[in-house]
């Protein structure tokens, strides 16, 4: 009897193999969006050695692959320019229909809490952002928590029209990006949200990168366990990230830095890493906008400020964007609710350096360089060639220093597009920093009324 029992289950196991489905990533699926006007790779699993074809409505074009000795396989769409709908029919074994595809910009939003905070859990004028957000030609892709400690093939999430039930529960910054550059464009828009809150940058990186850099592998030791989500590196890259690669890109936005304040002085190392890692992994090197902390009461002095510090040195990269949020945070709310300038601010950067809109401010005054003229400093900014202005007032915030390093209030005003500081204190002045704090809430902007970013002359 458990001879034919077990010869019964086998036959069950070798029948479920060979009737074993075509299948796709959850990445694939109705209503998606694929970017325009490129090669878009389409993979999933068959049986072994089984013949797929793929057809798109959109030009007609066949695709034909084999899948391989591990059950995998893959083709190469070419896509055309914004439109749709279309549909992909993928055959095997058992036939698949993806239908309501739309082609235009796609964008991966990731970070920590503000990336991931929604109307739902409270935004300024949620109520009306809510009731608006019917725009059937923005997508949402909302990636589930999930972490692990090797690469996934597969991840949760499908994807969704843009509609007030759908928007209430998704990434607000991501919402309000794509509400832009779909206003601008005027191309669909798809946004992938692939955020947790309370992650430290660690998480999002491949370990085997921080693994091979003492600097980063020390830093990663000073992030604490947390009760709400993952701290050690990779194990969020490895399940929220690795199995989107190589769904194509338009670019990245980020908002992340919080968590780690706990090891600031490694933060520019770490975050250039991220983004090094995630252009190797995609194989090209999309554009990477990203916000900058906002001004926030921590329990360690200067931290939040260190942080802002290396996430201005990090604009070195190339196709990197800031967008600074000094004027619009909350001191006491490490989750300021205006998210609808946030994903404007970003989406500026990406209309005026991705897309090559012109006439669009995407950037605030930041510092380049400074002269010492007698007693006083003279400061220049990049993104202030059409001059400064300080708001409500005198300029607060700026500090100078003499031979001895001691910073002390400065006096600073405006003269044309650059700042003078002065103290009758210092007689043979040396340094100037400016906002350095973790509350600091500067009021120099440029003309376009972008606010100036955190820093100091030198380190």
């Known amino acids: 009897m458990k001879h034919l029992i077990l010869s019964l289950l086998l036959c069950s196991l070798a029948l479920h193999v060979i009737r074993a489905e075509v299948r796709l990533p959850a990445i694939f699926g109705d209503h998606m969006v694929l970017q325009q006007n490129t090669t878009v790779p389409l993979w999933g699993w068959a049986n072994p050695m089984e013949e797929i074809t793929v057809t798109s409505s959109w030009d007609g074009a ?3 692959a084999k ?7 893959r083709i190469a769409l070419k896509t055309p320019p914004a439109g749709g709908p279309y549909e992909l029919t993928v055959r095997g074994s058992n036939q698949l229909l993806l239908t309501d595809i739309l082609i235009g910009e796609v964008w991966l939003g990731s970070g920590q809490s ?3 905070w929604s109307a739902s859990a409270g935004i300024d004028d949620a109520e009306a952002a809510v009731a608006g957000a019917n725009y059937p030609e923005i997508r949402f892709f909302q990636v ?11 991840l949760e999430g499908q994807w969704e029209v843009c509609t007030p039930e759908s928007m209430e529960g998704f990434s607000a910054v991501g919402y309000f990006f794509a509400r832009r550059l779909q206003e601008i464009l005027n191309v669909p828009v798809g946004v992938i949200n692939s955020s947790w809150g309370g992650t430290p940058a660690e998480t999002w990186i491949n370990p085997q990168v921080i693994a091979r850099d003492p600097v980063l592998a020390e830093a990663a030791q000073k992030i604490q366990p947390m009760a709400w989500c993952p701290e050690a590196p990779g194990q969020t890259y490895h399940s929220m990230i690795a199995p989107l690669i190589p769904f194509p ?3 990245v936005i980020w908002y992340q830095g919080e968590t780690n304040t706990a090891n600031a002085e490694a933060y520019t190392r770490m975050f250039t890493a991220l983004i090094e890692n995630w252009r190797q992994e995609w194989a090209t090197d999309f554009p ?5 902390i906002a001004p926030y009461q921590y329990e360690n002095p200067e931290v939040g400020v260190l942080v802002r510090e290396a996430q201005r040195n990090t604009l070195s990269v190339p196709k990197t964007g800031m967008v600074v949020v000094s004027d619009i945070g909350n001191t006491r709310d ?16 990406a209309l005026a350096k991705t897309y090559g809109k012109e006439g669009i401010p995407y950037s605030g005054p930041l510092y380049k360089a400074m002269e010492v003229e007698g007693k006083k400093v003279r400061l220049f900014f990049e993104h202030a060639q059409n001059g400064l202005l300080a708001r409500g007032g005198a300029l607060t915030h700026f500090e100078i220093a003499g031979e001895d390093g001691v910073f002390i209030a400065a006096k600073a005003r405006i003269d044309g597009n650059t700042v003078v500081v002065s103290s009758r204190a210092v007689k043979s002045p040396r340094a100037v920093r400016f906002a350095w704090g973790n509350t600091a809430e500067p009021n120099l902007f440029n003309t376009e009324g972008l606010p100036a970013s955190a820093f100091r002359t030198q380190p």
């Open 114 to 116: 503000n990336m991931q």
């Open 67 to 73: 899948a391989d000795s591990y059950a995998n396989w």
């Open 288 to 292: 990477f906008y990203y916000v900058q």
């Open 334 to 349: 490490i989750h300021p609710r205006n998210k609808a300038d946030v994903g404007k601010r970003l989406a500026h950067w």
């Open 144 to 154: 589930g928590h999930r972490a692990a400690n090797a690469p996934q093939l597969d």
């Open 249 to 251: 890109l338009a670019g």
């Open 62 to 64: 066949v695709y034909t």
